[in-house]
């Protein structure tokens, strides 16, 4: 069973910065890539994937809405993930589920979804 220990969430200002960590348990990186997506709580609205890792090649996958302002990373001996998200804007409010997938496919991940994800943390950018 796949486990997720999720943090790093809250309030920030606009233009601020955060970094949200997932540790997760219960599957071999052997087989599976990690990552995030997101969702407006409360709205219906899809799930927008984020980014991904996949340790195999040490290759990163980002959305267009935010390349060049998150960086994830992993590592893997702490099975553990982060996402630094800078330049926050109001649109990045959303809940933040961290994932574990076959693979970095972040159009398939919002048109599909994805095998494991966590419940999610918070994270709010006022303007």
């Known amino acids: 069973e796949v486990q997720f220990v999720e943090s790093g969430g809250g309030l920030v200002q606009a233009g601020g910065s955060l970094r949200l960590s997932c540790t997760a348990s219960g599957f071999s990186f052997d087989d599976y890539v990690i990552g995030w997506f997101r969702q407006v709580p409360g709205t219906g609205t899809e799930r927008e994937a984020v980014?991904?890792?996949?340790?195999?090649?040490?290759?990163?996958y980002y959305g267009d809405s935010v390349k060049g302002r998150f960086t994830i990373s992993l590592d893997i001996p702490k099975k553990t993930a982060y996402l630094e998200m800078n330049n926050l804007k109001p649109e990045d409010t959303a809940v933040y589920h961290c994932?574990?997938?076959?693979?970095?496919?972040?159009?398939?991940?919002?048109?599909?979804?994805?095998?494991?994800w966590g419940k999610g943390t918070l994270i709010t950018v006022s303007s």
């Open positions: 980014s991904c890792f996949n340790s195999g090649d040490n290759s990163a």
């Open positions: 994932v574990v997938d076959p693979q970095c496919q972040l159009a398939e991940w919002e048109r599909y979804g994805v095998d494991y």
